[in-house]
């Protein structure tokens, strides 16, 4: 049984983004244990260092527009720590993760998740009760 926590993004962990709009079908690429799908439109991130894709519509709903370039997490995340070993199916593909690491889901009912380590998440998020 999941015991999912609400945490949001401390307000100083923006991110650096643009949109992939150039005349592509999309790519793919190796991250997270596994091989990872963009289409044309979603969002090419770099997240202090930690370069990866976002849906479109994934980051429409959830990232706010400090200045050009630059967006920070606006909506609350789910997260509880993986008890084992494992992966999630994410927008992008498969991410895979360690016992310990924290399993995140953009929705509270655990869907649209992804994860990272228990050292970064702590970094860059907090609860939010």
């Not at 150039?22 to 260092?49: A, I, M, N």
């Not at 655990?110 to 860059?124: C, K, Q, V």
Request: proline residues 5%; hydrophobic residues 30%; aromatic residues 12%.
């Amino acid at each position: 049984m999941r015991e999912l926590r609400r945490y949001r993004r401390l307000p100083d962990q923006y991110v650096v983004a643009i949109p992939l709009r150039l005349d592509t079908e999309g790519f793919s690429y190796r991250k997270w244990g596994g091989e990872q799908q963009c289409k044309p439109g979603d969002w090419l991130v770099d997240d202090d260092g930690d370069i990866h894709t976002v849906d479109a519509d994934v980051f429409a709903a959830t990232y706010l527009q400090l200045h050009r370039g630059a967006y920070v997490k606006c909506t609350p995340v789910w997260a509880e720590a993986a008890p084992e070993a494992g992966s999630v199916v994410t927008k992008e593909g498969r991410t895979h993760y360690n016992r310990g690491d924290v399993v995140v889901f953009n929705n509270e009912d655990g869907t649209d998740g992804y994860a990272m380590t228990a050292e970064r998440f702590e970094s860059h998020y907090e609860p939010d009760e």
